[in-house]
């Protein structure tokens, strides 16, 4: 079948129209689109929101991790297609308002006969694609390929976003076996699919008949033949102070015999090394020559999937409060990046000033508390020092009677 537009998004949320699928922005109507795995029992739980601050409140609800330290395991069906001879784009948004930690922010794309109900972390997928951050030295994009069976991992480090607004994840596979990396609908690595992940053998191999020659001198330079050390070089580094003499109060039957003290010898020029000269038998470094692979074959359908039908959430998240919105598989890169524009950059300013404003009404709540505290405690100085005035008031009166 070939390879058509499917917006996910819509099955959350309103501000964009796909035929009947529109129907899906209602409350609570994800979840007819999207299964959530029983392969354990103890799954984090997904919520339907925008989140604490948002550039539109419907148009950026999406699916949000919602339980600390938990595996989360949900996805999506769709009719299979295959991106025979033709690009394959998948596109999200991710939303890490929580300052994520450690956990993931990927989704992975699955072959039709997956068993939602069934998921879990071990599954057969085709392409797993997103952002994952861990700590400080973990905070790269995964773009992570099935081949024969086998997960490769690209061989280069992206860098993902790691504050906490909503970022446009591209990832563009095309015929011809290239690709492309984009984050907020800019490139930001690109290349060859059998340069950048070990699908194939190495075209070449080094020659296992070839051997170093015995002869072969790799010594650019030689000591000179010629270069002879002088008589006079030998001289010890160290010698007795000339200028050392016994103190007066020395004892010889006290103090042992008297020794003048050591200083570095003026004469002394180190070790005696004869210089270098051109090697005249110098060839070069010896470079093992290679041959052709026998065991490579080039193979011109890596970026190929006869099938794909699933879209998946299955990861890990310490802290909680991810969201995910926006999904889109296509074969149109270009309408890849106006979706993109249209949804993801629609928001994302609105989105900055809302937080901006949300961290201003922190701030000055903070600040009208921190000044309430300080008015509280000078009242109660106050009434302190009052307190402690008429005590002392009343004991004067006390002293007055008595006397």
Not at 26 to 51: C, I, P
Not at 350 to 377: F, G, H, Q, T, W
Request: glycine share 6%; net charge negative; proline share 6%.
């Amino acid at each position: 079948m070939e390879l058509t537009l499917y917006m996910l998004r819509l099955y959350f949320s309103s501000g964009m129209t796909l035929g009947a699928l529109d129907l899906f922005h209602l409350v609570d109507a994800w979840k007819s689109r999207w299964v959530e795995s029983k392969h354990k029992s103890d799954y984090g739980k997904f919520v339907h929101t925008a989140g604490k601050f948002y550039g539109d409140v419907e148009r950026n609800k999406g699916l949000q991790t919602s339980q600390d330290a938990r595996f989360y395991s949900a996805s999506s069906r769709f009719e299979s297609v295959s991106n025979k001879d033709q690009a394959l784009v998948i596109q999200f948004t991710v939303k890490h308002e929580q300052n994520i930690d450690c956990g993931g922010g990927y989704i992975k794309l699955f072959p039709a006969d997956l068993n939602q109900e069934e998921m879990h972390g071990d599954s057969t997928y085709n392409i797993m694609f997103g952002p994952d951050i861990c700590g400080p030295g973990t905070k790269k994009v995964h773009v992570i390929f099935n081949y024969k069976g086998k997960n490769h991992l690209i061989n280069k480090d992206i860098r993902c976003k790691d504050d906490e607004y909503t970022h446009l994840y591209t990832l563009i596979v095309n015929p011809g076996n290239t690709y492309e990396v984009k984050i907020d609908n800019k490139k930001v690595e690109s290349g060859s699919l059998e340069e950048d992940w070990d699908f194939l053998p190495p075209k070449k191999i080094k020659d296992p008949d070839a051997e170093k020659p015995d002869d072969w001198d790799e010594k650019e330079n030689i000591d000179d033949p010629e270069d002879k050390k002088p008589d006079d070089w030998d001289v010890a580094e160290n010698i007795p102070d000339p200028d050392a003499k016994k103190p007066d109060d020395w004892d010889d039957e006290m103090d042992g015999e008297w020794e003048p003290p050591m200083v570095t010898n003026p004469d002394y020029k180190g070790e005696w090394k004869p210089k270098q000269i051109d090697n005249p038998a110098y060839k070069g470094k010896w470079v093992h020559p290679e041959i052709d692979n026998p065991e490579y074959t080039a193979d011109p359908e890596i970026y190929q999937y006869a099938s794909m039908g699933v879209i998946g959430l299955d990861l890990w998240q310490v802290k909680s409060g991810t969201i995910f919105d926006n999904f889109l598989i296509t074969n149109d890169p270009k309408l890849a990046e106006e979706v993109g524009n249209e949804t993801w950059g629609a928001t994302k300013d609105p989105e900055k000033k809302m937080k901006d404003s949300l961290e201003e009404e922190e701030r000055k709540k903070r600040d009208a508390e921190e000044v309430n505290i300080k008015e509280e405690d000078e009242d109660k100085e106050e009434r302190d020092e009052e307190e402690d005035y008429e005590e002392e008031g009343e004991t004067d009166s006390k002293l007055k009677d008595e006397l």
